[in-house]
């Protein structure tokens, strides 16, 4: 049997519960910590990748969005046509 485990090092003063309630944050630093340079870049730009595409997938619920507003507000304007024609025909 094989056992991996994975390791990061950080110094800071806190209690162990303060540890435990931040344990997701701390562990994020001291991976960044042991970053070499270019995995930072590497990470920046996957992230600014990630955020393009998130910006674009936003871009494309806001224009459906619209899109529906647009249909409805028709339809709107069409009940109130016939609601008139009906109106001055009596």
Known sequence: MEWKAEEVY??????????E?????????AERDAMTEAERIEAAESA??????????LGDL?????????????????????IASMGGGE
């Open 62 to 82: 806001v224009a459906d969005q619209d899109s529906r507003i647009e249909e409805q507000e028709a339809a709107i304007a069409e009940l109130g046509d016939l």
């Open 10 to 19: 950080l110094v800071e003063a806190i209690t162990a519960k303060e540890a």
């Open 48 to 57: 600014s990748d990630d955020n393009l595409n998130a910006v674009a997938e």
């Open 21 to 29: 309630e931040r344990f997701d944050v701390l562990w994020a630093k």
